[in-house]
């Protein structure tokens, strides 16, 4: 049984930080690539971020580029997104998302085999 479960999400003002873990199980982690998607209210799911196996290979979407980071402990069977500066644009729900192979599509939905249920991130002004 593959699960994926986010933690890590909370109510943040703006400017401020939080760090997102994700903890796989029932999947050999390592063999394969990470993702991040975000969900607003009323808006489709969207990419954030990218880290593929090995951690050789990152992808960011334009809007956090610079402000967020994607990392991966593949020790510990966990993907992190370490957010800075937050806006409230950045309010969401934030999913986690597997790949078995490592490819250059990585921004859609439709890439990623298994996700997790989600974590709610609220950022204040």
């Known amino acids: 049984q593959v699960q994926l479960v986010e933690s890590g999400g909370g109510l943040v003002q703006a400017g401020g930080s939080l760090r997102l873990s994700c903890e796989a199980s029932g999947l050999s982690f390592n063999y394969y690539a990470m993702g991040w998607f975000r969900q607003a209210p009323g808006k489709e799911r969207e990419f954030v971020a990218h880290i593929s196996s090995s951690g050789g290979n990152i992808d960011y979407a334009d809007s956090v580029k610079g402000r967020f980071t994607i990392s991966r402990d593949n020790a510990k069977d966990t993907v992190y997104l370490q957010m800075n500066a937050l806006e409230p644009e950045d309010t969401a729900s934030y999913y986690c998302?597997?790949?078995?192979?490592?490819?250059?599509?990585?921004?859609?939905?439709?890439?990623?085999?298994?996700w997790g249920p989600g974590t709610q991130v609220v950022v204040s002004s």
């Open positions: 998302a597997a790949k078995l192979f490592d490819t250059s599509v990585v921004q859609t939905t439709t890439a990623y085999d298994y």
